[in-house]
């Protein structure tokens, strides 16, 4: 879990409004370091935590937050289920990332 991480973005978004005289309208956060059993956690504290700092900073509605978390998947092989939509070598022409899990 990032430690301060309200302190940490409200002092990024004040370096963005005085850059900007503007505060932005769309936040994306990447977060990579997270295991599966962690997800919950992150959910239940770090997208609170950047909500709570909205809701402080701004004086309407706040900016639309859009999430996301890295993970690896070293051992992770695709191959086409027909020969034709594969290359030469068999390798897939074109991957396809297929998004699961998602909390929000």
């Not at 609170?48 to 701004?58: N, P, Q, R, T, W």
């Amino acid at each position: 879990i990032i430690e301060d991480l309200k302190g940490v973005v409200i002092d990024l978004l004040c370096v963005f409004y005085q850059r900007n005289q503007v505060l932005p309208r769309k936040f994306l956060f990447y977060r990579d370091g997270v295991g599966e059993t962690q997800f919950q956690h992150v959910k239940t504290y770090e997208v609170k935590a950047l909500k709570e700092v909205f809701a402080s900073v701004y004086r309407n509605s706040g900016p639309t937050l859009t999430f996301i978390i890295l993970q690896k998947r070293h051992h992770t092989r695709f191959m086409p289920t027909e020969p034709r939509d594969g290359d030469k070598l068999g390798n897939c022409s074109l991957i396809f990332v297929r998004m699961r899990n998602l909390l929000f």
